[in-house]
Every structure is written in C-alpha cells, then in structure tokens.
C-alpha cells in the first residue's frame, strides 16, 4: 500500500472509531495522519511479522489523545486486524483512547498525559548509542504539548550527548486545546529554539508525502534531529480544518457522512 | 546507607554491564569511583528530574537496569508521574533511590524532608518500597531490587541501626526480620528510625518490659503473616516510622490486621501528625521533637495498658 493510501485509511478509519467511541480528538489524528502513514508505510525499518525485532526503528507517540491513529495504521499495515479497530473505545477493549501498549503488538510506549515520549525516545536512543545499535527512534508531539517542561528537559539532553539517532517531529498545527497556540502559549520563533538548543531543524509541508520521506530520512552528524511539521488539524475534512471545536468533537450522523464522503472522494 | 548503596552497585555493576546509574545531578564526592570505572554506565541527568525518570524507563525498556538517584523528595517527587505511567505501567527494572529519608536532612528545611515518601510511593500498583533499617539491609536490598523485575523505591537514611545481621542470615525482600524476641509488646519499625526502636527494647528489657523488634524493611509487599502472629502473641503493637502516620507503615500495619480479622490488643503509631517541620534541627534532633526517639518509645510502650503490668511486676 503506497503512504497516500494508508494515510486516507487511517483518516476514515479514525473517522469512523472516533465516532463509534464518541471520542475527542479527531482533529489531532487528521492532522497527523500523513507523517504516520510515512512512518510505517516508508521510513521506519519495521516488521509487523516480528514486532519485536531488534533492530526495528522505535516509534514513541507523545501526543497520545491521537493514539486511534496510531492504532488505525498498525492494523493497515498488518501488526493486528482492522477488525479489531472496531472494539476502540468500548468496555473491555484493548484500544485506550491514549495510547497504550498492553497487548496491542506494535505499540512501543503507552502516553496520555503530555511530556512523556521525548525523555523516554531519549532514552531509546542513548541505549542504541552504548549498544551500537544502528536504527532510530522517532517521537511525535503536538504543538502545544510542547508548553510541558519535560520536553525541553530532553531537548537538552539529547543535544548533550549528541543522539543523532533521535528524531523529534512536531505535528505544528498551531491549535491547542481552547485556543491557537499563539494566543496561549506562542511558541515562535519555534524552529529557532531548537536550533538554539543544538538540534537540526528540518521544516516540512506535513501533509506532503515526497517532502516529508526526505526529511524523516535526513540526520545530521552529532545532532538529534527536529522535524517541525507545518499541519492543517482536521486536515482532508474541510468543516473539521483549523477548528479548535474538532479538538473535541465527535462525527456523528450528518456530519459523520459528511467527513468519509470527503475522504473517499480522495484519490 | 547510601555508602554501602553505591559499594554494593559498584560491584553490580563490574559483574552486569547492564547495570546503569542515572544522578540528577547529585552525590557529590560519593559517585565519582563509580563514574569513573563505568562511564558507559554512568549518567548525570542534569537538574531534570522527569528527563531523568524517563531516560531511566527508555534504557529499561531497552534491557538495561536502571538506578535513578538523586536525594529526599526530589527523586520521586516532581517525577512521580514518569515514575507511574513511564517505569511503572511499563513494567520496567527502575529502581528509584532517595538518598536521605525523612529527616535525614533535617536542619534543610522541609523541602528536604522526606516525610511522605512511602505512602505515596505505596500506593503505585506493582511498586516494590523499601526502606532499610540498617546498612546490611541496604546493600542487600539494593542487589535484590535490581535482580527482581519491575519497579521499585528504595529510601536510603542518613541514619542506621547497629548492623543486626545475625550469622549466616540471607536477606529476602517482603520478609519482614525478628530482631528481638518479647512477648509484652511490639515494635514495628521501617528505615533508620530502627535504631531508636532497638535502643527503647533495650532499655524496657532493663524495666522489665520485653519488647519484640521487627524490621519492616520491605513496606510493600508487606509480610502480614508475621505481623498477624505479633498482634495475636504480644501486648500490643506500635509503629515507627519517620514519615507521616497517614499512609505509611502504621497506616499498612492497621490495614492488613483488620482485613486478616486480627485486632491487637493496643496499637499506636508513632510518626508524623500532619504536621511539615519548620523547626531547625539535625535528625535526632527532629525525632525528639516529633516524639520518635528512643524516649518517646519508651514513654509510649509505658503507656500501653498492656505492658504496664509487665513493667510493674
């Protein structure tokens, strides 16, 4: 399955568990959507055979709340069924509305509260270091999670110790929980801090598929790398696009048809 | 303690190279014979507790056995969500050493007053929590947590009992020790505190009074059994921790005589009452005032209707 097709998979397939659920978050997945479906359909070394294997890249989802995405393209690209994707949310599931790894083959970390991947993918990485093992360990957060101070805890760790295996993608969609992130907490210059911090930074369109391989790709000697990911929330839904309602919103009957007629009519 | 800690770890880790010591930033003078003959194992986190605690859960998840470090409330406190939902939901061998429980620091100031340290940490699902009572258990403790799976506290106190490691004994975690035999009463200490409890039992046996002595190191899983057998052979059973009564030993002790149905004749806890110390004072100094010495054990096994009668006659 080419990465455009996985992508739309998992937005419907989120679509439809988020509605299910009832559950928040759509908004988050959508717009994350792409930069997951690179990762498992392209970048990352990964073997749905053997989950386990050791030298597989590790993933680390630090925005949890979008962890149905996670979910969704684990199941595409064969780690379990997409049938089971229809238990998310439900009494006696595995599939947490964050993230969690408990019996869910692929999931590496379990998250939810925000601030938690990126000192734990330091981790992942330091070990691959001492060990000399050569694959990457790719953390994915959200804009505003970056307001926690644990991140730029690692931030100034990894560029310490020079973990040029690490690769931190912001999912930059400039929405936050209540409010855009520039009117709670601005970030800017975003690219900037990291760069001051000892990173390399990489800026990206993070719904263009081509752009976003290269980047994912790119290392650069004796620095963990940033890709700062410029999104859409609710990317592919147009009424769901740049909307903090989304954030929180459940898709449910017109509306609910309305968001997977527009994602089947992409090509 | 903490010497025999990183004695004990530095000979771990020469046999276990995956052995590994994360510092936030402290142990000066303390960590440097480690550093320097393991630099692959050694880490300085910074002043960054949580980065800390989840780069101890990352190298766990990678296979490694991990030592976070750092002192009294500032290892476990700030971090203590990495610790839950990082090491702990993960399964992971991290193994949290705070060095100075309760008062060890005591002329600090209350931000370096580990006071709550063990009930907090005991009421995290699968957490292992020990707090030695004197150096022999400490080493001990420290090889037996990181043999074990899982995560676990180990509080490490400025104070200690005179070693009470009887001829060939063998230390096993969630046993709790017996160190003095007595039928008029008994005391249940947990960490260095212990010490004040062997100097009371040997001052009642001079009046008369004999005291059982047990060592709580292991605080969770707690050893019920032989604290069922205290409540139901002695006079009454009082706890002594240096930590506030609400949550920790007292707290667990009480807890699981109701649930085995067991009601001892008296039962009192001695520690903290909802009270943070701003009185300046060394540790011993502390404990007087907090009623936990030596002599406020005395008065209170005094007291004890039970044991009133052994002291009498």
Not at chain 1, 99 to 127: D, N, Q, R
Not at chain 1, 225 to 240: D, P, Q, R, Y
Not at chain 2, 201 to 226: I, N, Y
Request: charged content about 20%; aromatic content about 6%; hydrophobic content about 40%.
């Amino acid at each position: 399955m080419n990465t455009q097709e996985l992508a739309r998979k998992i937005r419907i397939d989120a679509v439809h568990m988020t509605s299910r659920g009832g559950s928040s978050h759509v908004g988050a997945i959508l717009s994350m959507a792409d930069i997951v479906a690179v990762l498992y359909g392209s970048v990352m070394n990964i073997d749905p055979a053997d989950p386990r294997k050791a030298d597989r890249d590790r993933f680390l989802l630090s925005k949890g709340h979008a962890g149905a995405g996670v979910y969704a393209a684990l199941a595409e690209v064969g780690f379990f069924p997409v049938e089971n994707l229809r238990t998310h949310y439900q009494d006696g599931s595995k599939l947490s509305g964050h993230v969690s790894h408990k019996g869910i083959p692929g999931v590496e970390f379990s998250t939810g509260s925000l601030g938690h991947g990126l000192p734990v993918g330091t981790g992942m990485a330091y070990s691959a270091k001492l060990r000399g093992a050569g694959h990457r360990v790719f953390v994915l957060l959200g804009d505003g999670e970056c307001d926690e101070g644990s991140n730029w805890e690692s931030i100034l760790f990894a560029a310490h110790h020079q973990l040029d295996n690490l690769v931190a993608i912001v999912d930059f969609n400039k929405i936050q929980s209540l409010a855009s992130v520039s009117e709670t907490l601005a970030l800017e210059p975003f690219a900037d801090k990291w760069r001051s911090f000892g990173w390399h930074v990489e800026e990206v369109d993070g719904h263009d598929h081509a752009k976003l391989r290269e980047r994912l790709e790119t290392s650069a000697p004796g620095k963990p790398t940033c890709v700062l990911a410029h999104t859409t929330k609710g990317k592919g839904v147009s009424f769901m696009e740049d909307s903090v309602l989304w954030h929180y919103r459940s898709p449910q009957g017109e509306e609910l048809a309305a968001a997977l007629q527009e994602l089947k009519e992409v090509a | 303690m903490r010497d025999e800690f990183i004695e004990r770890l530095t000979r771990m880790a020469e046999a276990d190279p995956r052995i590994v010591l994360i510092t936030g930033d402290l142990g000066f003078g303390v960590l440097d014979d480690f550093r320097e003959r393991f630099p692959k194992q050694f880490i300085n986190a910074g002043v960054a507790e949580q980065s800390m605690t989840g780069l101890a859960t990352g190298l766990a998840l990678e296979g490694h056995v991990v030592f976070t470090y750092s002192i009294a409330n500032f290892v476990f406190m700030r971090c203590l969500e990495q610790i839950r939902n990082d090491a702990a939901y993960h399964d992971c061998n991290v193994n949290v050493v705070s060095i100075g429980g309760g008062f060890s620091y005591g002329a600090l100031g209350i931000s370096h007053h580990a006071t709550e340290d063990l009930a907090i940490m005991r009421s995290l699902p699968g957490l292992t929590v020990v707090a030695p009572g004197d150096k022999w258990e400490a080493a001990e403790a420290t090889e037996a947590l990181a043999t074990q799976p899982g995560t676990s506290f180990l509080r490490l106190d400025k104070s200690a009992a005179e070693n009470t490691q009887q001829p060939g004994e063998q230390f096993e975690l969630g046993k709790i020790r017996q160190l003095r035999e007595g039928d008029d009463c008994t005391l249940v200490a947990t960490g260095g505190i212990l010490g004040e409890a062997l100097a009371a039992a040997e001052e009642l046996k001079s009046k008369g009074c004999h005291c059982r002595v047990l060592s709580v190191h292991t605080l969770k899983p707690l050893d019920v059994e032989v604290l069922v057998r205290a409540a139901r052979e002695t006079g009454g059973l009082l706890t002594i921790e240096e930590h506030t009564v609400e949550g920790g030993l007292g707290s667990a002790v009480a807890e699981n005589l109701m649930e085995a149905g067991v009601m001892p004749r008296h039962f009192q806890r001695i520690g903290l009452r909802n009270t943070f110390s701003s009185v300046v004072g060394s540790q011993q100094y502390l404990r007087s005032q907090y009623g936990m010495d030596r002599a406020a054990i005395v008065a209170a096994v005094e007291a004890m209707p039970s044991t009133k009668v052994a002291i009498a006659a």
